[in-house]
């Protein structure tokens, strides 16, 4: 793994708000929140933030998290583009979306580059 950084470049959009933001992290810090999303959602009480950069430079963070007894799982994303951007969007997630998402990290984590997307449930 690198130690210098590695610049991610996220966008969030719901419907008619988006927006995108970059920042650095550290692919070992990427690859800890792809493992904690294997299974995810275990349980109810099921949580799993990723936090990147800071609002001053440029901010990346999404938390899952369950919602209800049967499973169901959303994610909450912020992304904040200094000086003046900053958009929070929430959505419903399903359980293959998510481990869609947990494989395409985990082989930017092996090379060091690619694409990772999370898409939201429909409807």
Avoid at 37 to 58: D, K
Wanted: aromatic letters at 8%; proline letters at 2%.
């Amino acid at each position: 793994m690198r130690d210098d950084g590695t610049l991610i470049w996220a966008t969030v959009a719901k419907g008619s708000f988006s927006g995108s933001a970059c920042t650095y992290t550290q692919l070992e810090h990427l690859a800890s929140f792809a493992s904690a999303l294997n299974g995810f959602p275990v349980n109810v009480e099921a949580r799993c933030t990723y936090a990147a950069g800071s609002e001053e430079i440029g901010y990346v963070e999404l938390a899952l998290f369950c919602l209800d007894h049967a499973g169901h799982a959303a994610v909450s994303a912020t992304i904040a583009d200094p000086p003046c951007l900053k958009v929070t969007v929430g959505f419903a997630v399903e359980a293959a979306s998510i481990d869609e998402f947990r494989a395409q990290l985990t082989e930017i984590c092996q090379t060091g580059h690619g694409k990772a997307t999370l898409l939201g449930r429909l409807g």
